[in-house]
């Protein structure tokens, strides 16, 4: 289905100017209309065979229906082009029902008027406005099929008759291939909209996921971003409270991550950003949980560990391999690293409390050059935060 479904939409892609891009808006609507274009050329094409093999067509009758074909098949071809190169798709819409409408006015004509079996075909107009997603056009249409079945019912009271030009032989041949015609007429739209449903339902699928994951998901190093960290942190806690076991947090930042930026640009400083995240990933279990917070901050979740010297091991064993030279495009460069450790349920906080904690390790970390520096005192409130926070030798972010 999904291999039928991209060739589908490859030619009804052909149609379509390429400023069109696939989150467009527009693409769905182009696409459908195309869709509608090409299956009533599909059934245009199949009235004309039907009817030229079957059916016995005076001269002047034949004349009639090759000029009502090819006007028909001009007005697709010119909806097509107006599609492609202007994206009208009122005017499109329009030439597109009209070709519909000629041929089954002529049909009208041919078999009777209100007597013969073409009227009922004035229905499709409506249809195929409204399937065209266009509401409007839909309603038009529908005046028009209504006032064309009022005016073929009210000619007979003013003298104007149409007499049916189909032999009485062939009534009943040409009622069934009417009514083959709507048949296949309707199993191509049918057919058209399963596939247009499937390929939208899989692209608001596929839209849906890139939003979720752009959401919840770093753009630069693709490790889960603050909002995601701060809810499986909870987790963590959660699950680490009912097993009675410890979760440990790292928070680390890069030192002089700023200068980085402003010698080599942005660009180089995403780069490093990039090794950072890969070399973090390769070296932390698999249970692990990494995330990038913000510019150069990263946090590490361990769950399930032991005691907090597994979650200090842990933070030189990355120190250790984050202050490893980099190959970056300008070159080698090197730089270091702060980190700063919290364990829960060593401290009784949540997820957020925690956090904070693991965050003014690393700050304390940073100010004295310590590379590392676990927190596992318990709170001591406002003395605990100045000890923490009084400046010392100053490290340049």
Known sequence: MDTLVSVFSSVLDFFIASHVTQSDTRKTRSRSLVGLLLANVFNLVFIAL??????????????????????????????????RHTQRHDVATHLLILSIYVPILLAICFTGGMNGPGVFLLVWLPIVAILSFNWRLGLAWLVVAVLTTAAFFVMPHFGLHIVSVVPPANVEILRFAMLTISLVGVGAFITFYTLINHNLVKEIADERRKYKRLANYDALTSLPNRMNFYSKLEQAIEQAKQADEKVGLLVMDLNKFKSINDTYGHSVGDELLHHMASRLIDRVRGTDFVARLSGDEFVVIMENVTAPEDVANKAKSLINVIEQPYGLSIGMLKLSVSVGGAVYPDQEMGGGALFSRADLAMFYAKQRRLGFYMDVLPPQGEDYLKQLTAPSTPQSA
Do not use: E, K, Q, R
């Open 50 to 83: 039907g009817l030229g093999l079957f059916y016995p067509f005076t001269a002047a009758g034949w004349h009639v229906a090759v000029v009502a074909f090819y006007a028909a098949l001009f007005s697709l071809a010119l909806a097509l082009l107006l599609v």
